[in-house]
């Protein structure tokens, strides 16, 4: 079956403490990114990946690495996670089109996060 | 700046009407727009795509256009059901040499009994 996986779905944690939250796709997908939602601002992207050891700063990346060493794999790094990154976190990936056009965007189910 | 607008406030229809949903954008004219529809808590699901040189598409009960002098995406929902209640998000390339998709705040759809 098609599908992204992230891991933790849930997770408490306090300020400071260095998580990673991961993500994986069995499509063979080259184009990877991951957002953040959070009410009344809609999907944000923090980080996007147009293949393996290429990524590149989204619209929120403060705060936030990520890295692209295997194709399947693109996890996301809080080095030192605030509360203002308490949020919802999603990634997707979807193949390439002509001209590198994103395509259809798989998402995973989503990772919630709290930093007290 | 470049943006994109859905309609922030909840569409309310009774069941059997059309939905129509509303994505205008501003500036840049996109290669492709995207819609998707998520349920609270889930990732969004992909539902449609359309071309620039497209100017309408149709899957099912659901049906896009695409008015590139607008500026504007219509998304509709024929014989709308209570299954159809969700959030509905456009995407599209919001700077030129890119194809990599924006996502409006998206509108709720809320389909009466």
């Known amino acids: 079956e098609a599908q992204v996986t992230q891991n933790p779905r849930y997770l408490i944690t306090v300020t400071g403490k260095k998580l990673t939250v991961t993500c994986s796709q069995n499509?063979?997908?080259?184009?990877m990114s991951w957002y953040r939602q959070d009410p009344g601002l809609g999907l944000r992207q923090i980080y996007y990946?147009?293949?393996?050891?290429?990524?590149d700063k989204g619209d929120v990346p403060e705060g936030y690495k990520v890295s692209r060493k295997e194709k399947r794999n693109f996890p996301l790094i809080l080095e030192s996670p605030s509360p203002n990154q308490t949020s919802l976190y999603f990634c997707?990936?979807?193949?390439?089109?002509?001209?590198?056009?994103?395509?259809?965007?798989?998402f995973g189910e989503g990772s919630r996060l709290t930093v007290l | 700046s470049q943006k994109i607008e859905q309609n922030s406030e909840a569409l309310n229809i009774q069941e059997g009407k059309t939905a129509t949903l509303t994505c205008n954008y501003t500036?840049?004219?996109?290669?492709?727009l995207q819609w998707y529809r998520q349920d609270p808590g889930r990732g969004p699901v992909f539902l449609l795509l359309?071309?620039?040189?497209?100017k309408e598409k149709r899957k099912e009960r659901l049906k896009v256009t695409f008015d590139t002098t607008l500026k504007q995406s219509l998304f509709h929902i024929t014989a709308s059901q209570p299954a159809d209640s969700a959030t509905y998000l456009c995407?599209?390339?919001?700077?030129?040499?890119?194809?990599?998709?924006?996502f409006g705040r998206g509108t709720s759809l809320i389909v009466h009994p």
């Open positions: 359309i071309r620039e040189n497209e």
């Open positions: 997707a990936s979807s193949g390439l089109g002509l001209a590198g056009a994103v395509g259809e965007l798989f």
């Open positions: 995407a599209l390339p919001l700077s030129g040499g890119s194809y990599i998709p924006t």
């Open positions: 500036n840049y004219s996109p290669a492709y």
């Open positions: 990946s147009m293949n393996v050891e290429v990524t």
């Open positions: 499509m063979n997908h080259e184009y």
